[in-house]
């Protein structure tokens, strides 16, 4: 426990290394053994084998280089679980986003208004309004795009997003 806002620094040391050790649900593995390749060493027990353990269990060189490499080779094999551990995550965050995601039709002919985004160049203000339009739905493209005309009969020269209009109501 900290006694002292001051002493913070002291203690940042054993906050990171709790931090890049926890698993993350994302890929199922920590941050050290995505950077090093292995699991994580506490001191008070050393897993990783020194040229002094190497001579008490009397390794050979080409022995302990074999070790070596094929530890070495598991590093790969772990980092490609993990990428599939990220990929199942990003699949089951889609499915819940999808979940709740209405998709909107438009129709040509259809009046829809158009959204003024704040980094626009028709952005006014904050008390001018968030609509512009009417317009005229011109062509329908795949992915929930549209094209849209202004009442004159003037096309767009872009598409623009289904989420970015709405429909007009007389």
Known sequence: MIDN???????????????????????????????????????????????????EAELDDAEWIRK?????????????????????????????FNKHVRTRVFQIGQLVLKRIFANKKEYKGKFAPNWQGPYMVRKVLSGGAVVLAEMDGQEWPKAINSDAIKRYYM
Do not use: F, N
Request: charged share 20%; proline share 2%.
């Open 5 to 55: 806002y001051k002493d913070w620094l002291e203690q940042l040391p054993y906050a990171l290394l709790g931090y890049r050790t926890t698993t993350r649900t994302s890929t199922w593995a920590t941050l050290y053994l995505l950077v090093y390749g292995t699991e994580e060493v506490i001191p008070a027990k050393v897993e990783i084998r020194s040229l002094q353990i190497i001579q």
């Open 68 to 96: 070596s490499y094929e530890q070495l080779a598991l590093i790969d094999e772990k980092r490609m679980i993990t990428v599939c551990h990220g990929q199942l995550y990003q699949q089951r965050m889609a499915r819940a």
